[in-house]
Structures are given as structure tokens and as C-alpha cells.
């Protein structure tokens, strides 16, 4: 099992950037892949980015170009740098992490973006 924490959201003008940072206290982490998902209000959960166990990157085509996820395991961590950031960015992102078959998922950070 692991516990998954997001954290890093917060207000910020349209342009600027925030780092988000997802961590998991298991020291099976580096065996983990982690997938980093936002939730607008009323709208459904998308898929924004994602690491391999072997750091293969993925992004959304709305991430493309303007976030960058990456893994740290002995912290035990997983960043998403998240630079010019629009007010359509705005969402609650939620980690997952996952390994095998079993998937863990954190509470969510909210970020918010200003025009």
C-alpha cells in the first residue's frame, strides 16, 4: 500500500508557473509509475501527464510544451512543472501512482489560475 500526497497548488496570474509535487510513503516508489490528472469543477477528471518506472515521459497535448513531469525516488517524489499557466489550467490535479495492478490516488491540490 501507499499513501499518495499532492501538494504545491495555489493562486497564480496567468502566465506564471508552480511546481507540483506528489509523494508516496513506500519505499517500493521506484517501482512505481505516476500519472498526474486534473478535475475542473463539474467537468470530468483528464489525464495530464505521466512517468515510467524507467522515466518515460507522457503528455497530454494541452501539457505539451508547457509542463514537465519528473521522479526524484530518493525522495521518494514525482514533479510536475507547470509554467505558463492559463485560467483554463484551472483544476484540482490529482496524483496517481500505481504498480501492478493496484492504483493509489491522492487527495488533490488545487491550483488556480487569474486572468
Known amino acids: 500500500q501507499a499513501q499518495v500526497v499532492e501538494s504545491g497548488g495555489g493562486l497564480v496570474q496567468a502566465g506564471g508557473s508552480l511546481r507540483l509535487s506528489c509523494t508516496a510513503s513506500?519505499?517500493?516508489?521506484?517501482?512505481?509509475?505516476i500519472n498526474w490528472y486534473r478535475q475542473a469543477p463539474g467537468k470530468q477528471r483528464d489525464w495530464v501527464a505521466g512517468?515510467?518506472?524507467?522515466?518515460?515521459?507522457q503528455y497530454a497535448d494541452s501539457a505539451k510544451g508547457r509542463f514537465t513531469i519528473s521522479r526524484d525516488n530518493a525522495r521518494y517524489a514525482v514533479y510536475l512543472d507547470m509554467k505558463t499557466l492559463q485560467p483554463e489550467d484551472t483544476a484540482k490535479y490529482f496524483c496517481?501512482?500505481?504498480?501492478?495492478?493496484?492504483?493509489?490516488w491522492g487527495q488533490g491540490t488545487q491550483v488556480t489560475v487569474s486572468s
Open positions: 513506500t519505499p517500493r516508489f521506484s517501482g512505481f509509475s
Open positions: 496517481k501512482a500505481s504498480i501492478g495492478t493496484a492504483d493509489y
Open positions: 512517468i515510467s518506472r524507467a522515466g518515460h515521459v
